[in-house]
């Protein structure tokens, strides 16, 4: 076995990536691998840009991480709000946008 120290290049470190906690799953990945919801004063917000200031929760583009943030409450906490029925239209219809999921493997 031979040693394979020093086969790295020199130069700059990697730059620092920011993580972030999927409410729905909570799963931690890279902030830029999650999207972002915002809470402002007009309500919720999707967040596409990540620039929206305010409290803001991360989930996966999985629909499944959604629905569970959502029914458990989840969503609501990390934003330290209570989910109004706009809140919760605005959602449904983000949810419909996400990828559909494939999670059922295909028969081989
Ligand atoms: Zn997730």
């Not at 309500?43 to 989930?59: H, M, S, V």
């Not at 499944?64 to 330290?80: D, H, P, T, V, Y």
């Not at 999921?101 to 028969?107: F, Q, R």
């Amino acid at each position: 076995m031979t040693a394979t120290k020093g086969s790295r290049p020199k130069g700059p470190r990697p730059k620092h990536v920011p993580q972030r906690t999927c409410v729905g799953c909570r799963q931690v990945l890279a902030k830029r691998e999650l999207i972002r919801i915002v809470r402002t004063d007009t309500g919720i917000q999707l967040d596409r840009t990540g620039k929206i200031p305010g409290r803001g929760a991360y989930l996966h583009d999985q629909r499944s991480c959604w629905e569970k943030a959502i029914q458990r409450g989840a969503l609501a906490r990390n934003l330290k709000i209570e989910l109004t029925d706009a809140d919760r239209d605005n959602l449904a219809c983000w949810i419909t946008e996400l990828p559909p999921e494939n999670d059922s493997p295909e028969p081989a």
